[in-house]
C-alpha cells in the first residue's frame, strides 16, 4: 500500500480501452435511509463526523458518495450481521436497526458537497494509529479512491509519537499528512474531514497493490 498521487497516473498499455466512470449512476440504488448512522441510537459515545468534497477547481461535487469502514472501539474487526431492515411492504430499505454497530456507512454528499455521519471512535490497531477507512465514489473518477480519516487527538499531524506508531503518517510530509486529519469541531465530539480530489491540497489516496 502507497501514497497515490492523481497528477502522476500513467496511460495504458497497449492502447486499452479505459474504465467507464464510476458516478455519478450509483445515486439511484445505491444510498439507503440511515446509512451514515453507524452508531446505535443513543450511544453516549457516538461522535460526528462531516465534510464537504471537492473537485479539483474547489467546486463542491454534489453527487459524490463516500463509504466508511473501520474497526469497533476495542480495535476489532467487526464481524457482526448487517444492521439493514427492509420493508416488508415495499421491498425497499426500512433504514437500521439502530443497536447493531457494524462498522460501515455509506452517505451520499447533497447539492452542496457536504457528507455526515455518526459512528463511535475507532480503537487502535497494532501498529497503526486509529483511523476510518473511507472509499469515494465520484463523477470523472475511473476508479474509486481510498483514503484515511484519523481523529485529531489520536494522531496529531505534528506529533513525532503518532507519526512513529503508523507507517502511513511516518511516510508523508507534514502538509500532505495534514490532508488526512480531521478537525475538531466547536462542539465537542464532532469532526471535519473535507476531501479534495485534485489541486495543491489533494487529499492522499491510497493504491492497494
Known amino acids: 500500500m502507497s501514497a497515490y498521487d492523481s497528477a502522476h ?4 498499455a497497449g492502447g486499452a480501452t ?3 466512470t464510476v458516478g455519478p449512476f450509483y445515486g439511484y440504488a445505491l444510498p439507503f435511509p440511515g446509512g ?3 452508531a446505535p ?3 453516549p459515545d457516538a461522535i460526528s463526523v462531516h465534510g464537504r468534497v471537492y473537485d479539483g477547481a474547489g467546486a463542491p461535487v454534489p453527487d459524490a458518495l ?6 469497533d472501539p476495542a480495535g476489532e474487526p467487526v464481524r457482526l450481521p ?7 411492504v415495499t421491498g425497499g430499505h426500512a433504514g437500521r436497526d439502530g443497536v447493531t454497530f457494524t462498522g460501515w456507512g455509506r452517505v451520499a454528499t447533497d447539492a452542496d458537497g457536504w457528507w455526515a455521519a455518526r ?3 475507532p480503537g487502535a490497531r497494532p501498529g497503526h494509529a486509529p483511523y476510518l477507512s473511507v472509499c469515494v465514489f465520484a463523477r470523472g473518477l475511473t476508479r474509486h479512491l481510498y483514503t484515511r480519516l484519523y481523529l485529531p487527538q489520536d494522531a496529531e499531524a505534528g506529533s513525532a509519537g503518532a507519526r512513529s506508531a503508523d507507517p502511513l503518517l511516518a511516510s508523508l510530509d507534514a502538509d500532505r499528512r495534514g490532508t488526512l486529519m480531521a478537525k475538531a469541531g466547536p462542539t465537542p465530539g464532532t469532526y471535519r474531514f473535507d476531501i479534495r480530489l485534485q489541486g495543491d491540497e489533494e487529499t492522499v489516496f491510497l493504491d492497494f497493490r
Open 9 to 12: 497516473g500513467t496511460g495504458l
Open 18 to 20: 479505459p474504465s467507464h
Open 36 to 38: 451514515g448512522d453507524m
Open 41 to 43: 441510537v443513543g450511544h
Open 66 to 71: 463516500l463509504e466508511l469502514w473501520q474497526p
Open 82 to 88: 448487517g444492521s439493514m431492515r427492509r420493508d416488508q
Open 119 to 121: 459512528t463511535l471512535r
